[in-house]
């Protein structure tokens, strides 16, 4: 079949030349000018139909939606909108669309109508855009990595442990759901389930991206991540794509120069890729900003945004650093705060990150050297005792984008820290062998994809980012 | 820290200037050299100590498998074996590596047993090299369709629907396992579960993606997919990353070109990129065949094999034209099948498949339009009646590596194949959906990566293409 998109088209030389192309119908106007597009750029391509020429019954199946196939003469437009179009000499209709129930007509619809809709939204200009930005920016992901010398390295999605304690886990069986077999004492026999154990979907590839670091050197993982929380909030998926660098011989500085060196090449990227996609979300940003109070407003547009963090260094400041700021902040004093700080040790609320984020720096910021208590028992103690060299990006408008850890390569300390806190040697034998031998600093981060697209697009939603969302109560399509 | 590593060393003109590397111990010799590797390459770099200038005590510790820190200076090598080497002047221990209990030594090492290291068996120089290989034919995809305009996208992992029939799923829960809520008839109630449904794991992305080729035009995952079957075979796996693309305005021919085109394209990627490694593991295949009888052996050394595949056309071949040469063939008339092809219709075993690619057409080959009963409902049936526009394309030793077919686009009778197969409408409403609103011709296919992989690196267990397998009865680390 015919091969020519319409991002070629329009990049053309309009000569007369006889082109052909296939597409959606996306506005069909005065019975002869339709807005073709075929999903390869935002831009439709206009295509001019003498209604004289050709069949009523034809031209009546021309409505929104509906694929057709059209050959005709790449011409200079005579309209005003776009440089060329294409007088049409022959038309086909792959499918209709029948305006009386074809859903997505060309009007504005809620996002909470288009998510019911999850199989069609991607025919709207602002899903398409979004989408295309997506794969963008995983391309550029992979490049970034690829060009570094990492190994991209898939972590298991099915696993037999549940020592990270990185939230619920989602149980993966097929056992009788009804009637599950039982051991003599009554409990269900996983030893009869599929895996011989119970297991889960993972929550974090990064022990197992551990392991790998400590033989290729520098790999990362980006594949799907599970948590089963009960969380019906714009920020949370239930299921959402990871990317977990995990680097041998990195301290913390190096994971913090490695994030921030990642992200800003990763934007850079589709600043470069994206402009058209970019231009149209800002603009639709701007647009559904306008119905806010001022108060809810961005100081930035979309793109300036995405500058803004490209050419801006983040700010480091410690937890400690950042505990001061916080005490002595009006919104503490004054007790607009939900949680107020009073003291070292507190966990950050994402209200006080919000602060130090948009209010104090008004800038990206990394948190890091975070109290040993309130953060996972593989991260690196410091010779403090009471901290762990942890650290969060803060992103404006988003929260925490990246989390990550220089990792406890000390196998005494290792061992005295999840004998605290009750985890059993042989859940982790495998992870305390990467101690036992050849054992060096390293670290990792883990970055949250869907949040990565949203603060990219400017879409208000996680479940506007992905293509089919999986929340509570919801797992359609 | 220093981030120099071994690959960038290697290609260092050495004129005695200070370098500074980390890595593992491959090998201690004579007190003197040590080969050590940082993952970056399959390559060690040889580090020259003088005995008399170190502790006895740090001495000992330098073993197989210890991590490491060297500074020297880079200097032309003495010895053979290697160009340039490193006169150490500074040595620290990051970990040792006890030679009496750490599993990875420098020996053979059964697969079996590495299987059961596999959190270390990275370490050793084929598992590296196949990783390597991995990463890099991953990323050789990503830039295949990115350069052809196609866009990547997420299918969801956990699914709501069970329609496809690709295989036994597994079951993605919350409910209480051991006491899960019924309803009045006795029934699990899986309302109450996380979804509010029964969910699985995706077995593949196909539906979904046809969603996103609708409006994007070309789109294709690359995501894990699961299968809940009892195979205990070395080319299964129960969880197993796949390939989807899926195009617009592709037909069966198209959607052959494309396979044939981006096959050719990755293994190309590869043998620019890892000719290291390729060669190492060639050389690790030929001395693993030299164990074996002579008629199991290949043909064709690793590196030949894919000049092959990327030189020669794949030879296209109807199924019909397929049982007529299987027919005919002296193995079934001799009764040498253990399925004998006696009539039109009959499905083909991987006995079958190997006899066309392996001996028949010693080549890839891509056969076409099977009968409509042995393959899936969403194929688009011929205007006979009795094949659909299916293609599987099989490789010399691997077999079946791609599935693909062109999509069936017409309403009605999508519809009389669903209702014929007993499935519900409503189970499938979205996807019907697809093709009320502006349907037309479209095509993809599903490979399976690891097979790919097995292909590209010679190894003969897919568990040994993957970092950490899940098989029955597996999912350890």
Known sequence: MVKTHIKALLQESPRGQVVEV????????????????????????????????????????IATGAAIGVKGNLVESQGKGQAVEIQVTELHIHGKADPETYPIQPKKHSMEFLREQAHLRVRTNTFAAVMRVRSALAFAIHQYFQKNGFYYFHAP??????????????????????????????????????????????VSGQLEAEAYAMGLGKVYTFGPTFRAENSNTSRHLAEFWMIEPEMAFYDLHDNMDLAEDFIKEVLRYIMQHCREDLEFLEQRLLDEEKTKPQ??????????????????????????????????????????????????????????????VEKHFNCPVILYDYPAKIKA????????????????????????????SQREERLDVLLQKIKDLGIEEKELWWYLDLRKYGTAVHSGFGLGFERLVQFATGMGNIRDVIPFPRTPQNAEF
Chains 1, 2 share one sequence.
């Open 22 to 61: 296939n597409g959606w119908v996306k506005t069909f106007r005065s019975n002869r000018f339709i807005a073709l597009n075929d999903g390869s750029t935002l831009q439709n391509i206009q295509c001019v139909v003498d209604f004289e020429k050709f069949d009523d019954a034809l031209l009546r199946q």
């Open 157 to 202: 999605i099915i696993t037999g442990s549940d020592a990270e304690g990185a939230g619920e886990m989602f149980r993966v069986t097929t056992l009788d759901a009804r009637k599950p077999p039982l051991t003599e004492e009554g409990e269900v026999d996983y030893r009869e389930d599929f895996f011989g154990k119970e297991t889960n979907l993972t």
């Open 295 to 356: 108060t809810e407003r961005s100081d930035l547009a979309l793109m300036d945004k995405l500058k803004f963090v490209i050419d801006n260094q983040f700010v480091r400041v410690t937890y400690t650093e950042a505990i001061d700021i916080l005490r002595n902040s009006k919104p503490n004093k004054k007790k607009k705060f939900q949680y107020i700080i009073e003291e070292w040790g507190a966990d950050l609320q994402s209200e006080h990150e919000r602060y130090l």
């Open 377 to 404: 028992f593989y991260m690196r103690l410091n010779e403090d005792g009471k901290t762990v060299r942890a650290m969060d990006i803060l992103f404006p408008g988003i929260g925490e984008i990246v989390g990550g």
